[in-house]
């Protein structure tokens, strides 16, 4: 099928987003965050490729919180944007794109896996996907917040959690960058039995210097969920594993 390219101004992130015609913006309404997604939906039937956004641009070149968290980056959505399954879904973190009234800085530094932002993301999903299998897809703090979703809210059908670069544990990755810890925020670290039982892919690039391998390779345990890919930072050369995350079903 061609795809007719349509350009979505939002004004608010002052994001210029290009989309495949058969994706549909839409914003899904939660207790405490609006959600912005884009949508492509086939085959209800079919199981739901829900890809999550990571952190966005939460800070500035100069260490500083940024005013609007909406990403930079395109990997993302390029991922998404790319596949065709039948049912695809670009799902935002909460304050990208739509900000909502409860938005503030802390919702992308500090706090940015609270409870709340877990269960908008949840209610979200769940809206979309209801019943039907999914395939979480998580980059960066992305891949956090799909590990929390498929572990601490029951009530999804997991199918499979694949990460790209993924935070799995935030108190190791700060304390790896002597930073300060989330105090506020949830951690997969005290659902790692739960998500030991999930099917799971974990891609680590080796040359993140953001996320590096050994991260990962400290919670996960097993090398056979990990693929190591050559050549890969925290947000580029990624473009080789683009038809294998694409081809999970």
């Not at 956004?53 to 993302?76: C, I, K, S």
């Amino acid at each position: 099928m061609i795809k007719v390219l349509i350009t979505l101004l939002f004004l608010a992130g002052c994001s210029t987003i290009t989309a495949p015609a058969d994706f549909v913006y839409k914003e899904i309404e939660t207790r405490d965050f609006t959600i912005a997604t884009w949508q492509k939906v086939t085959n209800p039937a079919a199981p739901y490729k829900i890809y999550i956004e990571g952190d966005g641009y939460a800070f500035n070149a100069h260490g500083r919180a940024t005013q609007d968290p909406t990403p930079h980056g395109t990997l993302v959505r390029e991922l998404a944007f790319g596949d065709n399954s039948p049912n695809v879904i670009y799902l935002a973190c909460p304050c990208q794109y739509a900000k909502s009234p409860i938005c503030s800085k802390r919702h992308w530094t500090t706090a940015r896996f609270v409870p709340e932002i877990i269960n908008a993301e949840y209610e979200a999903i769940k809206q979309i996907a209801g019943n039907q299998q999914v395939i979480l897809i998580g980059f960066s703090g992305g891949a956090q917040i799909a590990g929390l979703v498929a572990t601490a809210k029951p009530g999804l059908n997991i199918k499979k959690v694949i990460t790209i670069a993924g935070n799995l544990d935030h108190l190791a990755w700060t304390q790896y960058h002597n930073l300060p810890p989330l105090n506020e925020s949830m951690n997969l670290e005290s659902y790692r039995k739960q998500f030991a039982k999930i099917p799971q892919l974990h891609y680590v690039g080796n040359n993140d210097k953001v996320i590096p391998p050994l991260l990962v390779r400290e919670f996960i345990k097993d090398n056979d969920l990990i693929i190591e890919v050559n050549g890969a930072s925290h947000n580029e050369g990624w473009g080789k594993i683009y038809n294998k995350v694409w081809s999970e079903q």
